[in-house]
């Protein structure tokens, strides 16, 4: 697929169901019993993965547009499935379902596609054996997992390493566990466990940096509604902070805190972007957000990225690799070796990309860096088969002087199906 460069625009869009959002009310909603309706559910495959896996578990899934209705006995009335769950490509759904069956009284393997079943899991193995589940991998770590379930130990854990999965999986094990189940995050991640939790039914206690649960706990159905996604929209917001005399305004966003550190770095570069008709969607604050070009945002760009704003802006890296040969102080992100571990080597698919299009950037064990005052011309890059590198160059294509050819761009789907419709539509 060729992007061919983009000028000034003026547009509204919105866009999908946010994605992490979306996993967790289907997990918790199939865990509950009752009925569960999802509204503005994601489109992505990932979060469609688990919408199977669930339905393996005897859930009944019934799915309408971007309406989803779950009848479930709760955990309890799960059964035992036939076939190994497939978690697909999603990283999400094995470690926090592998939480919810680690409580459960039966043995279940899940398993992934090519990509998935390299991804390291003994981040979620170590603790889940440590509250007395049996849990079998291969390679000392990688999938498929067997899990043998049943009752749980409850746990003080800290992670090794700042991951929302980790820290939903070890609470979601918790619901399962008797007495009091902790963790404590050394750095902030995505809080969207902790806030999806009570409106299930079941409290979360947060003290200092200590989240915890106390079981067994009963989940009840619910109906919410899914804010739109900000790690899908920080590509179109990219294009409009970076392309002169452009505009946009998506709605109905998510702007949870720990998800918006991008808004943030760029309002404090000068950026124009604003919220308006903010509004809550359960537990998570949605608004609508006006983008326009600025000058200064190219300017005053942060030099560096490292440390604490690192895990909540570990998706919107490619992006923001895309925009630093632009910036005037070029960009060095630290801190960051989490990348090598997503659908493929995030670090080393910047690089290869960034080379190929002429692009000079130095590659580090955990980042990169990357000098200003480059330009594209145009050239070929791959997705290598991840979505959010595709999504990043394909807005690099709309920046650059004769158009960029995305090889593999099909793998979108993963996470936003409708993505080259929107791209499009910025020309209509």
Known sequence: MIIRPLRGFSRTLAVPGDKSISHRYALLGGAAAGETVIHNYSSSRDCHSTLSCLEQLGVGVAVEGTEVHLASRGKAGWKQPAEPLDAGNSGTTIRLLSGLLA???????????????????????????????????????????????????????????????????????????????????????????????????????????????????????????????????????????????????????????SRSALLQLVRESGADVAEKETAHSGGEPCSTLDVSYSSRLTKSFPAEIRGNLIPNLI???????VMSPLLEQGLTVRDAEELRVKECDRIKAVAVNMKSLGIMIEEYRDGFHIPGGQEYTGGAVDSFGDHRIAMAFSIAGLLSRDGIEIRNPECVSVSFPEFFEVLDSLRD
């Open 315 to 321: 998706d919107e890296i490619p992006i923001l690799a």
């Open 103 to 257: 409580g459960c009284p039966f043995p279940v393997v899940i398993s992934g596609d090519e990509s998935l079943s390299q991804r390291p899991m003994k981040r979620i193995i170590d603790p889940l054996r440590k509250m007395g589940a049996g849990v079998e991998s291969r390679d000392a770590g990688l999938p498929p997992l067997r899990i043998t379930g049943g009752a749980l130990r409850p746990l003080v854990y800290q992670p090794s390493a700042a991951s929302a999965q980790v820290k939903s999986c070890v609470l979601l094990a918790g619901l399962s566990a008797a007495g009091r189940t902790t963790v404590i995050e050394s750095k902030a991640t995505r809080d969207h466990t902790e806030r999806a939790l009570p409106l299930f039914g079941v409290p979360v206690d947060l003290e200092g940096s200590a989240l915890s649960v106390t079981g067994p706990a009963a989940l009840s159905g619910a109906e919410v509604t899914v804010p739109g996604d900000m790690s899908s929209a920080v590509f179109f917001l990219a294009a409009a902070l970076m392309i002169p005399g452009a505009s946009l305004q998506i709605k109905g966003v998510g702007v949870n805190p």
